[in-house]
């Protein structure tokens, strides 16, 4: 069973729109979480990242949330413009151990006119 | 600062093929990290290197799949035989720190199709 567990899996929204983007996962205990934005064709880049101990963070129109408690965070997407549409992924760091980070399936966003 | 490059971009196969494909991480960066994305999927991890040694690599074919980083900058990574299975982006990513947890900065990729 992955322990980063993403969804939707897909969303199609209007330009303009709010959305928000669930992440749930298992690693424990875990050093730092991440949302990373995949445009087609490119590498992921990080949008926020977030310790144990936040509970918020934003990135412009991009805000993250961290309920360490369930183990969930969110992504929302603020006023969606065109160049919004891509895969969203949720990255989960372990504490200890391996240097491996946990990665989510992603969510593929559209963004429609 | 420069970013992750990697070359090919694009790359076509037929299966039972050999491939290489090539990375240069961010000047000053000692983790490089080699991904292997399937389509609809998040990001495995092949093979990660600290400076020229092998950190962990449990999750590369070794039948078929190999790496190296020699003198601990650029690194290649290698299939052969290609099978159908292997279609890909593979994603070279580095990394300052090992410790710095989670900071890994992303090449654009290479999308291998084998046919």
């Known amino acids: 069973k992955n322990q980063v567990e993403q969804s939707p899996q897909s969303l199609i929204i209007l330009e303009g729109k709010n959305c928000t983007l669930q992440c749930n996962y298992t690693v424990s205990p875990f050093s730092n979480l991440r949302w990373y934005k995949q445009d087609t064709g490119r590498g992921p880049v990080s949008l926020t990242i977030m310790t144990f101990s936040e509970n918020t963070k934003s990135n412009g129109r991009y805000t993250a949330t961290l309920d360490a408690d369930t183990k969930q965070s969110s992504l929302h997407i603020t006023a969606s413009q065109l160049s919004d549409s891509a895969s969203y992924i949720c990255v989960v760091t372990p504490q200890t151990g391996a240097n491996n980070l946990f990665f989510g399936t992603g969510t593929r966003l559209t963004v429609i006119p | 600062e420069a970013g992750v490059a990697q070359s090919p971009r694009y790359k076509i196969i037929e299966k039972r093929q050999s491939v290489a494909f090539w990375c240069n991480p961010i000047?000053?960066?000692?983790?490089l990290y080699w991904y292997q994305q399937i389509l609809g999927q998040g990001p495995k991890l092949l093979i990660q290197?600290?400076?020229?040694?092998?950190?962990?690599d449990s999750q590369l074919p070794k039948d078929r799949f190999s790496a190296e980083r020699l003198k601990g900058v650029d690194s290649t990574l290698k299939i052969q035989p290609a099978k159908l299975e292997d279609s890909a982006v593979y994603l070279c990513?580095?990394?300052?720190?090992?410790?710095?947890?989670?900071?890994?900065?992303f090449g654009p990729g290479t999308r291998l199709t084998v046919t």
């Open positions: 000047s000053g960066h000692a983790t």
């Open positions: 990513a580095s990394s300052l720190d090992p410790l710095d947890r989670g900071e890994q900065y």
């Open positions: 290197f600290q400076n020229n040694g092998v950190v962990d």
